[in-house]
C-alpha cells in the first residue's frame, strides 16, 4: 500500500460518506417540513450537529456543512483503520 492508494481511498470514501449524510440531512429536514410533529428529526440531529437550529436558515447550513464534515472524519479515521485490520489478517 503507497502513501497515494491511501490517499485516493480516503478521497473515495470522504466524498461518498459525506455526500450520503448530507443528502441524508436534507431529506430529513424536507420529511420534517411536510411531517407530522411526532415524527420530526430534528431531536436527533441537535445533539451531533453544531449549530442546528430547527426551522432557522443559519441552522440548516450549519447542519449541512456539520454532516458533510462528519463524512470526511470518518473516511479519515475509518479507511488507514480498515487497511490496517484487513492488512494485519492476511497470511504471510
Do not use: N
Not at 450537529?49 to 463524512?71: K, N
Not at 479515521?77 to 497470511?91: G, N, T
Amino acid at each position: 500500500m503507497t502513501d497515494g492508494t491511501l490517499r485516493a481511498a480516503i478521497t473515495r470514501w470522504g466524498w461518498t460518506i459525506s455526500l450520503f449524510l448530507l443528502i441524508s440531512f436534507i431529506v430529513c429536514v424536507a420529511f420534517g417540513l411536510l411531517a407530522p410533529t411526532q415524527f420530526h428529526m430534528h431531536e436527533a440531529w441537535e445533539p451531533l450537529l453544531p449549530g442546528f437550529e430547527w426551522l432557522t436558515w443559519p441552522g440548516f447550513f450549519a447542519g449541512a456543512v456539520g454532516s458533510f464534515l462528519y463524512g470526511w472524519y470518518i473516511a479519515i479515521l475509518a479507511v488507514p483503520l480498515y487497511r490496517f485490520f484487513s492488512k494485519s489478517r492476511r497470511p504471510s
